[in-house]
DNA sequence: CCGTATTTAGCATTGTCGTGCCAAATTATC
DNA sequence: GATAATTTGGCACGACAATGCTAAATACGG
């Protein structure tokens, strides 16, 4: 059943890190495919080319299994975005256009504008669903979760100090309401792609990015 | 939510479709509080306070019964939602800030400030998500986003007819960022309430109304 | 080359699901 | 009141899940 396709000449010593990682490959993989109620024990052994039991040999349980799964899909966001981040974060040059092109590129990362993006995304999504009704997932959930608020977050702030958004903006609020579109939209285009092209997700990003950049804040009145 | 009062005095005979009504108030209960994957007969039927085979006879399989109560949960929300909606919609009176206010008030509808709109939040939610791997549920999934779409593109509409918003915003693509915006903004507070208490989610919204009707639109350009 | 630890594979158990089928209880009709 | 229809309750079966336990296959240290 197990289908093994490494020849006999591959060692059977394993670097056991690796193969709890190609295991949360396979968790994502089924995950991604057919959600999360099909992340058997059975289904993710297929999907990874392995027995039960090997599995079982990495994992003492089936939530641990999970639980790795969701910080594995923390870890590899993190650290896609935030190295993407950097790039814009850490430098200051760059004329105003070519900053708000990079900031849009930055904030695109959050979309699932292609095959790897929208996985990511779709994970994201289940994961945070999940955790609602599974204490033991929730901490990473908002771990994650408060990763990426903190990339927004500090993505307008850099903005507003290099004098690209208006300096009574509050960015505490916007950085909320950024996520949230960001968030929705991303969501809604996974659920359901027919409607949400990549070009309307980019068109309404950019929309939003502008209404930032043109807009006067008010204060709080009506 | 569903609760049958209902004493053992109470004659045997039933209408069909309020007893359909009651066990999707059952299934609404269990998803709400447990997840879908808890949303099992046994469970249904307890909460319902009907036996497993009471529940059956109603509904030909689970299936039908997921169907039913995602048909059920869009019959509720659209019913209240465009009540309210017809309110603002019709009434062509008042003045800009009244509109402003009701507007408002519309469109929070969408946002979890109470209990109950935390609960249909929360199913939309659910029963969308579930419809990416279960294609029965996809179309019944699809019309209820649909509807709520429409009534967003059509408040838009109608403030951009009265004068409240700038006539040359382009409200097709303002509709999506506003509809992702309140999808975004709901489902964080639905699962990460400690984050975002309702204060906060009507500050967010009360700033991107204010956004849109400040904001000059420029037409797609850098 | 041998013994030990690691890795892989699988069996058996237990629990829970949906569902086919049937019987009891209750109501309606005559 | 007797009979048919509706409604309710539940048993039994098969599928499949997670998991405890065991044994074979493989790699490594001596």
Redesign the interface.
Known sequence: MAWSCYKDLVPKIVDPEQRRRVVADAVHAVVAR??L??ATLSQVADEAGLAVGSVRHYFTDHEELMIFAVRELGRRVGERVWAHAERLLSDSDGSR?DR?RRTEELLAEFLPLDDLRRDEMLLR??F??????RPSLLIH??AL?STLDELVQRTLQGAQATGGLPADL?VE??S??L???????G??A???PRR?PPD?LR??L???L???V???H?A?G?
């Open positions: 057919d959600g109620q099909a256009a708000r999504h289940t945070a669903t999940a955790a609602r009704t959930a908002e979760q509050d609020v916007e909320v309401r996520r949230a579109l960001l968030d929705g939209l969501l809604q996974v659920l359901f949400f309307l068109q309404v950019r929309r939003h502008d209404s930032l043109a807009t006067p008010r709080a009506l």
